[in-house]
């Protein structure tokens, strides 16, 4: 097993142009956690892993490794090409695809738990779509309103929003959560009380919420027969 530090570089990426960042590698890997940082609706300038989006993310990741201590649990990161959403482009979707698709020609058929924050939760729960993810956990998600839902069946969705959130909103992702559980999914929703987007209000209780939420998932999905 191999720890990569995260820095102002991209340690563990296979390549300059892969999508899948690598933190913690392991060699047979039983499941994996792949986490998607936050982005801009509309932007096509080159997303860099010191922009704040991405930093943001790192405790979690942290968070994570500490609360899944496990050695064949693989925890990589999303590398977006731009920082926008782009309208019908999608472009951190498609980015996400190609990390799932290096994940398994790298480590083969494993589940995985997506961790998305923001743009990057939207991003997480359209590309559950892939039948190798089998949960997402999306914080402070951004959810319009006619987000597909139907794809979400028979998977594990949770949904952390700050009641404080100002940039995306709770009740569309309380709405999101009834449609999803609507459609078939297994979907809950917790409001973290006095919590913002930016997840600096009450830092840790999201640092420690994040790692046993995805310990308990992962407890889950790598269970024989799921």
Not at 2 to 20: F, I, K, N, Q, Y
Request: aromatic share 4%; net charge positive; with cysteine.
């Amino acid at each position: 097993m191999a720890w990569h530090r995260s820095g102002s570089g991209d340690a563990g990426a296979h390549g300059p142009g892969a999508a899948l960042v690598t933190r913690r590698a392991t060699r047979p890997a039983r499941a994996a956690v792949l986490f998607l940082h936050g982005g801009s609706a509309d932007s096509r300038a080159r997303s860099r892993s010191w922009h704040p989006a991405a930093v943001r993310m790192r405790p979690f990741v942290r968070a994570v490794a500490a609360a899944v201590p496990d050695a064949d649990i693989l925890l990589a990161e999303v590398r977006y090409r731009v920082r926008g959403w782009n309208g019908q482009d999608a472009d951190p979707v498609r980015d996400a695809r190609r990390a799932l698709r290096e994940l398994a020609a790298q480590v083969g058929d494993v589940p995985v738990v997506l961790v998305g924050h923001s743009m990057g939760g939207r991003a997480a729960l359209r590309a559950a779509v892939a039948p190798e993810v089998r949960a997402v956990l999306a914080l402070g998600p951004w959810c319009p309103q006619g987000e597909p839902v139907d794809h979400l069946r028979d998977k594990d969705v949770l949904v952390l929003h700050g009641d404080r959130d100002r940039i995306t909103d709770p009740a569309a992702s309380a709405s999101f959560v009834r449609r999803a559980g609507a459609a078939g999914a297994r979907a809950h929703l917790e409001l973290v009380k006095g919590g913002d987007h930016a997840m600096i209000r009450r830092g840790p209780y999201w640092h420690r919420t994040v790692g046993s939420t995805v310990a308990g998932l992962l407890a889950v999905v790598s269970r024989p027969g799921r």
